[in-house]
């Protein structure tokens, strides 16, 4: 509000806010990404069985977004999956972890689980470990961080959806030096996604958005 009085272009990024000040916001379309994650985690258990999440937080535009872009895909083309309630977890790690146990336990039969943000990865990846599950559930991630990168590698995990930080960054330097200009910005500006497994870990595309 304080650089809008002052007539300062103000630009967004990575997580949106609900406001009009910002010209434009750059930032991964985290529905169609987690729609991406719905359709991995389909094609690992043959679309069908059950499946978990956890979401970081209902709150937040990403957290909204992600849940939301998971379970419109699930719903939409693969009726023979059923989606429990999501869970939160705030993206701690440690809740996130008590939580799945939780979940697993209750739910012998599960096929996957989801998570959301780092966080929420990091402890669904905890409870499998901790309950000796690995190999029987289908663990799928967003973002990078050491713990998920090596769970890729082991083949814990499945795989997860990354964002694009050096593009986003760039696009919203790009945006920014367009607005001093006075030029016309969208109101949304999409930095792109990768979906990184075992099989393309190594690849340029992926090493470039992967961070530990």
């Known amino acids: 509000q304080e650089a809008q009085k002052k007539k300062i272009p103000v630009i967004a990024f990575d997580s949106g806010v609900d406001s009009d000040i910002p010209l434009t916001t750059v930032s991964t379309d985290n529905i169609v990404a987690a729609g991406v994650a719905a359709d991995k985690v389909a094609e690992a258990i043959g679309k069908k069985g059950k499946v978990a999440i956890i979401v970081h937080d209902q709150t ?3 957290g909204i977004d992600r849940r939301d872009g998971f379970l419109k895909r699930m719903k939409e083309a693969y009726p023979d999956i059923q989606v429990l309630e999501p ?3 705030g993206g701690d790690h440690l809740k996130s972890t008590e939580i799945a146990k939780a979940v697993i336990n209750g739910n012998p039969d599960l096929k996957a689980y989801f998570g959301a943000n780092e966080g929420s990865a990091i402890g669904i990846i905890n409870a499998v470990k901790e309950l000796k599950m690995e190999g029987k559930i289908v663990v799928v991630g967003y973002d990078s961080g050491k713990l998920q ?4 590698k082991s083949g814990l995990m499945y795989g997860a959806v990354q964002q694009n930080p050096v593009l986003m960054g760039y696009k919203t330097v790009e945006a920014a030096v367009k607005a001093i200009k006075g030029e016309t910005l969208p109101k949304k500006i999409d930095s792109g996604y990768v ?3 075992k ?9 470039n958005v992967l961070y530990e």
């Open 149 to 152: 990168i090596d769970a890729i």
């Open 60 to 62: 937040s535009r990403t």
């Open 87 to 89: 869970q939160y977890g």
């Open 195 to 197: 979906w990184a497994d």
């Open 199 to 207: 099989s393309n870990l190594d690849s340029p595309e992926v090493k």
